[in-house]
T-cell receptor
Framework: DTGVSQDPRHKITKRGQNVTFRCDPI?????LYWYRQTLGQGPEFLTY????????KSRLLSDRFSAERPKGSFSTLEIQRTEQGDSAMYLC?????????????FGPGTRLTVT | AQKVTQAQTEISVVEKEDVTLDCVYE???????LFWYKQPPSGELVFLIR??????QNEISGRYSWNFQKSTSSFNFTITASQVVDSAVYFC???????????FGQGTRLTINP
């Protein structure tokens, strides 16, 4: 049984560089979510997809952020021109809509450090 | 607006003690879902329980139990006979509109000392 996977687990980049993270959801799940978690805080919602459609974006998702889920399977989150304030844990989760429950299952996260 | 408040930032107890983690939520929606997640030092959020707004029945799962009270907008979590492995950060979360997105509290860091 494969859970949600994320790659890379850690990323260190210099300010101004672009970074891309990948998330592979649980295979039968049709919803995929991205959250951001900073130190000492709870996760904050960024965006979610149902199949390949991006249905909601948080105000936290500035123009420098873009997420895609081209074939309704894996998703990528790209941050352009990174800033030190982007340093955080980026969490991906997936869920099955139409099932008997709505719980979201989370991956291990990608920890981004911008220097 | 939706909001989740976990007033206890940190709790430290000795092993085998019972401990209750508080969660208070705010929403104007009549249909909503409440969740508890555990985040151990490894960092991955582990789903513990989901409760929908129409089901106020309390639940017990082994040493874990949950008390949902709509009258006080609370969804508290009790660990009985705590163990060192229970040490983690625990998050309460609220999902509305079919739980498309979750609103998390700030978390409670629980430390169980041997």
């Amino acid at each position: 049984d494969t859970g949600v996977s994320q790659d890379p687990r850690h990323k260190i980049t210099k300010r101004g560089q672009n970074v891309t993270f990948r998330c592979d959801p649980i295979s039968e799940h049709n919803r995929l979510y991205w959250y951001r978690q900073t130190l000492g805080q709870g996760p904050e919602f960024l965006t979610y997809f149902q199949n390949e459609a991006q249905l909601e974006k948080s105000r936290l998702l500035s123009d420098r952020f873009s997420a895609e889920r081209p074939k309704g399977s894996f998703s990528t989150l790209e941050i352009q021109r990174t800033e030190q304030g982007d340093s955080a844990m980026y969490l991906c989760a997936s869920s099955l809509v139409g099932g008997i429950s709505y719980e979201q299952y989370f991956g291990p996260g990608t920890r981004l450090t911008v220097t | 607006a939706q909001k989740v408040t976990q007033a206890q930032t940190e709790i430290s107890v000795v092993e085998k003690e019972d401990v209750t983690l508080d969660c208070v939520y705010e929403t104007r929606d009549t249909t909503y879902y409440l969740f508890w997640y555990k985040q151990p030092p490894s960092g991955e959020l582990v789903f513990l329980i989901r409760r929908n707004s129409f089901d106020e029945q309390n639940e017990i799962s082994g040493r874990y139990s949950w008390n949902f009270q709509k009258s006080t907008s609370s969804f508290n979590f009790t660990i009985t006979a705590s163990q060192v492995v229970d040490s983690a950060v625990y998050f309460c979360a609220l999902g509305i509109q079919g739980a498309q997105k979750l609103v998390f509290g700030q978390g409670t860091r629980l430390t169980i000392n041997p």
